[in-house]
């Protein structure tokens, strides 16, 4: 069956002959313009809503209020509106005050069904990838040019930092190995702590033992394994943990993306300042 389709129907007009009768009886007809607007037939035989009549056509937006009382009495004075805007700026400054409040509710109630997950995924997020990875990032970048002098060789230098970021290109590859192969009876704990030594060591490395451009790639790697070796692991827990609490999946995911932006703001800010109080060398 086709859809019903509205249709204007305009009233009913006197024929030729009824205009002549009316005329011979003394009366006058209406005319066409009398005859009032079209009527729009619905589904239900609803007719032309009141707002028609003050003009504008099918569509009730398009009819002028000034003279018409339906539309008039729609209208909303000016003090209303300043005390609408009012209201809403004191409901927007009374969000920010219990902003850290609502925060803390947040924060409590996913520790209530995910329990400790939570501090370590904010901590990967937040102080690990985001301001860590930010930090590191901006002193690897001095400490190639400036230490290494490598300013002059951009392409040898791309290459150095293209081997470094492997880690992060092989991703699945860890987390199959780590589903595979646990190390004392742990399938994540022990890559963490194993990627964390690693990391610790390249970055000391960087900082004190001076290294040719050739050695200094694999505690890059290293460097770049420590970062995304946890980044792995979280999500593989978080994705096990979701299937628990399915309704509070999503804002998990929010909480540890929201510590990541956090982080990165922070390391944006104070990165800069913080490898030219140091010197490359020492902060990386």
């Known amino acids: 069956q086709a859809p019903f389709r509205p249709q ?9 002959r009824q205009e002549l009768r009316a005329e011979m009886s003394g009366a006058s007809p209406r005319s066409a313009r009398e005859a009032g607007p079209p009527v729009l037939l ?14 504008g056509g099918p569509m009730a937006a398009d ?13 909303v004075s000016p ?16 969000g920010i005050l219990f902003a850290p409040c609502q925060l803390f509710c947040f924060v ?13 995924g904010v901590s990967q997020y937040g102080i690990n990838q985001g301001l860590g990875n930010g930090i590191g990032s901006l002193a690897q970048r001095y400490f190639l040019k400036d230490v290494l002098h490598l300013e002059a060789r951009p392409g040898f230098m791309q290459n150095i930092r293209t081997a470094a970021k492997i880690p992060w290109n092989v991703k699945p590859v860890v987390g199959m190995l780590s589903d595979a192969l646990p190390i004392l009876g742990f399938h994540r704990t022990s890559y963490i702590g194993i990627a ?18 050739a050695l200094t790639v694999p505690f890059m790697f ?3 394994l420590s970062i995304a070796t946890p980044d792995i692991m979280v999500d593989a827990t978080a994705a096990k943990l979701s299937k628990d609490a399915p309704e509070s999946a999503s804002d998990l995911q929010s909480l540890v993306w929201g510590a990541l932006s956090v982080g990165s703001v922070v390391a944006s800010a104070t990165s800069g300042k913080l490898v030219e109080w140091l010197r490359a060398p020492h902060a990386v």
């Not at 619905?42 to 003009?55: A, F, I, L, N, V």
């Not at 409590?108 to 370590?120: A, C, E, I, S």
């Open 63 to 75: 009819a002028p209020a000034k003279g018409c009382p339906e539309r008039e009495s729609a209208g």
């Open 222 to 224: 290293f460097v770049n």
């Open 79 to 94: 003090e209303i509106s300043k005390a609408k805007q009012r209201c809403s700026l004191m409901a927007t400054v009374v």
């Open 8 to 16: 204007l129907i305009h009233p009913a007009r006197p024929s030729p």
């Open 196 to 213: 964390a030594g690693l990391g610790s060591i390249a970055y000391l490395c960087l900082g004190v033992v001076p290294l040719t451009a």
């Open 42 to 55: 619905t589904q239900r035989g609803e007719s032309t809503p009141k707002s028609w009549k003050c003009g």
């Open 108 to 120: 409590r109630d996913l520790h209530t069904k995910f329990g400790g997950f939570v501090t370590v």
